[in-house]
């Protein structure tokens, strides 16, 4: 486990290295766990158990950091910004600070530029428009029997929704599948040369391109979330350029990544227990629970890391300044002192407080974005298809950070 959080100077791991860094960290601590590994990703939720059986404040001496499995503990550490930062966190390989690395007022600033755009009312009018969408994309599979549930749909969904929004020409939007899938290597802590490389290529891509969106808007502004912010940066002091860059680039990643791994993992969550997807097409009333679970089971984030700013005190362990704690989310999110059974799906669950999105200042902005595509998208797999099955097993995405499936191929029969 040890390489897993790896700084820069392990973030290019060979396998020689990769066994002498587990090694090092099992003589350390007694305990190794390669989350790395094809099985672990496949299913990292028994790591995260005997972690949390044997040492739920896993002490990481190699690379100077905590990882915490527990609900209550993730709560404690995301619901304090003071003493565990995110602003000291920055990515190694982003070009440009978001809200997701930044601390009050520079979060607080952004994000209120931003929050309009996601307001509960401003979701809601999107509704229509998601709906035609959706109904587009499952048109293409009429003459299917079957898909790749990714490519054709989960993938395509959050990307046209988000392009709209921003106001991105349709013509454009396969760039933006492209380029959301390399720029959102930058969250991995661990890259080969070859990812490195994606991730600055389509980093400078991608702002190639968004200078001249915004250019454009500068002479000709129109009703989109690209001209508001433009709006905002005109008036100086609260949206710089760079800013600007950052927030249309988490802009496209977030609202894409997510979603699609939400849509992903939860329909082979669904696959995987037949009988939850028989009771959600009896219970439609269940839809909103079935989202949350899925959200809960399987998390499309799967760890969330901060930086301790001042010695402490936490659970009986001594946190030193600068070290950093690593929420891990699916652990915590299948925590038996919170959730009854933690291991099952059910779609009626009563416990809904599962941290996939968050907790704290940094709560997720498009939350209610991604779950109005969600309960969309479900809502109309399940009404258009009779049956839905599984063709064949999935492989997870090489990544460790953001869970979900490279592709989910599914067969259907129709109503």
Request: aromatic share 6%; proline share 5%.
């Amino acid at each position: 486990m040890a390489n897993v959080f790896a700084e820069s100077v392990t973030r290019l791991v060979t396998p020689a290295a990769k066994q002498v860094l587990l090694t090092w960290e099992r003589l350390e601590s007694g305990i190794s766990f390669d989350l790395t590994s094809s099985k672990v990703r496949a299913n990292p939720y028994e790591v995260y158990e005997r972690l949390r059986s044997e040492d739920p404040i896993h002490r990481m001496r190699l690379i100077n950091a905590w990882a915490l499995t527990g609900y209550d503990d993730a709560l404690a550490i995301l619901q304090d910004h003071r003493r565990f930062s995110s602003g000291e966190n920055k990515l190694e390989y982003a070009p440009y600070r978001t809200m997701l690395d930044l601390d009050p007022p520079d979060h607080t600033r952004l994000r209120s530029l931003v929050s309009k755009a996601f307001t509960p009312r401003a979701v809601a009018a999107l509704g229509p428009r998601i709906q035609e969408i959706v109904d587009e994309l499952l048109d293409e599979m009429a003459d299917k029997d079957s898909f790749d549930l990714i490519s054709s749909f989960a993938f395509p969904l959050p990307v046209i929704v988000i392009a709209e929004m921003l106001g991105i020409p349709s013509e454009d939007r396969d760039k933006f599948n492209v380029w959301s899938n390399d720029i959102a290597l930058a969250v991995e802590p661990i890259l080969s040369g070859e990812e490195i490389v994606r991730v600055e290529r389509a980093s400078d891509e991608i702002i190639e391109y968004f200078e001249g969106i915004i250019e454009q808007r500068r002479r000709d502004p129109r009703d989109d979330m690209l001209s508001a912010l433009l709006a905002a940066e005109e008036e100086g002091d609260r949206l710089s350029h760079d800013e600007l860059l950052g927030t249309l680039m988490l802009l496209l990643v977030a609202g894409n990544e997510t979603t699609r791994s939400l849509i992903g993992n939860g329909m082979l969550a669904l696959l995987k227990n037949p009988e939850q997807l028989q009771r959600l097409r009896d219970s439609p009333d269940l839809l909103d629970s079935s989202i949350d679970e899925m959200l809960r089971y399987d998390s499309p984030v799967q760890f969330i890391i901060r930086v301790v700013m001042e010695d402490v005190e936490f659970k009986g362990k001594q946190f030193r300044a600068g070290q950093k704690a690593v929420i891990l989310v699916g652990a915590a999110n299948r925590d038996p002192t919170v959730f009854a059974d933690p291991g099952a799906l059910d779609i009626g669950r009563q416990e809904k407080s599962h941290i996939s999105f968050g907790r704290g200042i940094h709560y997720c902005l498009g939350s209610p974005l991604a779950l109005l595509e969600a309960r969309v998208a479900f809502a109309n797999l399940i009404e258009r298809f009779s049956s839905i099955e599984l063709v064949e097993e999935p492989e997870f995405r090489d990544q460790i950070v953001l869970r979900g499936v490279e592709s989910l191929w599914i067969r259907v029969e129709r109503q």
